[in-house]
């Protein structure tokens, strides 16, 4: 299968919802900027609001539009770091619209070289979360996906590129330390 990625852009710039694979695990995406796209995803998956959705970008650069300044040291570990199986939380900049309830922020680039092409394409990037229903396991083949969510997703892209099968490591990068949320990380 391949990716058509002039038709995700067209059914994202529209408000539709997408799923794709991604390096960790399959993933349903909108425009993070469309509250109502945004609002689907959530009820979609049944998701509390207060949980925040991550947005995947295709650039490192990408993180001054999303976040405050970051230090010296912060950007070293984000450019060791990504693209790859990381999502990091900052504080929202205070220009970005509060879509999330939440002054924070969760960032991620994957290391997938169609996908981080799609987000470069589409923009700023793209609100994504695991594509499973909240609090159940996640699903690990777009073939699962579709017969979950249905006509419920506008379009389903899939390839035969390997994932880890293993949801991001998170860490908090908020204040001067490093807190690790989910999964290990040794790159203090």
Known sequence: MTWDIPKALELLKQGELIAFKTDTVPGIACDPLNPEAVKKVYQLKGRAQDKPLVIMMG????????TTTLSSDKWRLLQEHWPGNLTVIFRRCPMIPDIFNSDTIALRIPDKDILRELIRQFGKGLAVTSANISGQKELLTMTDVEAIFGDQI???LDDVEPQSGVPSTVIDLQGNTVEVLRGEFGGH
């Not at 650039?59 to 999303?66: A, I």
Request: charged share 35%.
């Open 154 to 156: 506008a379009l389903y």
């Open 59 to 66: 650039d490192v650069e990408r993180t001054d539009y999303w």
